[in-house]
């Protein structure tokens, strides 16, 4: 069986080093395809024999001066031919398969359309167990846990705590995050034969008809849209010379900086600038606003900074 595989790999600076390795993996035994690869990310995906000697493709990437290591093995179906010819028509196509395309092919199942294809550029699951919630909500668990053992207010308790060791901190983040993946999402599809799943970009020809990325088209009576969103890149003068991380590549980071200023007091800005502070991270928020999370009350926000210095994080609102 084909499978899906993530590979973390340390090293990559540019797009040449994107083509290197994909030079490399495609021609190593057991990789049948290079899905995706991500030199900032620091990530490869490939499509590979369930049986293939992992070992070897990892020294493969590493002939060439790279870091490598396979964390875990993505347990998810590769890619899915159509088992419909391209004259047939299915019933629904869904581009995008995160949580509301999944809702959407379940319920069409459900209500009986017999051929559904769902369609996923990337990788199944869609924002929250990916980038979203699970890996946030563990990375904040993990960071409280390291705080309260080096502060708390109860006198005759003493605690203490080792430095934080990042590398495995995030590692166990991403092994619930592929759990979750498989149980929430892989092993779901296995209850609904009517469900194809097609690993692969897609593009519109027209309101009935869609190009997928091995050039087959597919036709359907009925296409829903559901490709999600991508962290905003603020049009700051300069930022793209000096380089940045958004708030899914700082859950992914290879290691922590001594320091980092974050643009941005709303959620998800103070959520993982206060996660990063308690690894011990150096943190310096700016916000545009006069106050940090300015869609809330004033109160909240004027409260919510005190604390957040309270912890050691700086602030800079206009």
Not at 180 to 204: M, T
Not at 251 to 262: A, E, G, H, R, Y
Request: glycine share 6%.
């Amino acid at each position: 069986m084909a499978i899906m595989v993530e590979i973390r790999i340390e090293g990559m600076t540019c797009d040449h080093c994107e083509n290197t390795l994909k030079k490399v993996l495609q021609n190593e035994k057991g990789v049948i395809k290079v899905c995706h690869i991500n030199w900032k990310k620091g990530i490869a995906r490939v499509e590979a024999d369930e049986n293939a000697d992992y070992s070897k493709i990892l020294k493969a990437i590493e002939s060439k001066g790279y870091k490598a290591n396979l964390p875990h093995v993505v347990k998810q179906p590769a890619h899915v031919s159509l088992k419909t010819q391209a004259q047939e028509v299915c019933d629904l196509a869904i581009i995008g398969a995160g949580s509301a395309g999944f809702a959407a092919a379940i319920k069409a199942s459900d209500l009986g359309a017999k051929k559904i294809a769902l369609i996923e550029g990337e990788i199944m699951g869609g924002t929250c167990v990916n980038v979203g919630c699970v890996p946030s909500k563990t990375l904040i668990r993990a960071a409280e846990i390291q705080h309260r053992a080096l502060k708390h207010e109860f006198k005759g308790i003493s605690t203490t705590a080792k430095k934080v060791n990042w590398n495995e901190v995030r590692d166990q983040k991403d092994e619930l995050v592929s759990e979750l993946r498989k149980a929430k999402y892989a092993d779901v599809l296995k209850n609904y034969p009517s469900v194809q799943y097609i690993e692969g970009k897609a593009k519109l020809l027209s309101s009935q008809e869609v190009l997928l990325s091995n050039n087959q088209k597919l036709k359907a009576n009925k296409i829903i849209l559901s490709t999600g969103a991508y962290p905003w890149e603020a049009p700051i003068p300069g930022l793209k010379e000096v380089g940045f991380v958004n708030s899914t590549d700082v859950m992914n980071l290879k290691t922590l900086p001594k320091s980092m200023i974050v643009i941005g007091a709303s959620a998800v800005g103070l959520e993982l600038a206060q996660t990063l502070s308690r690894l011990g991270v150096k943190i310096t928020i700016i916000e545009v606003f006069p106050r940090i999370v300015p869609l809330e009350d004033t109160d909240i926000g004027e409260a919510l900074e005190k604390y957040l210095s309270q912890e050691g994080m700086d602030f800079f609102v206009v």
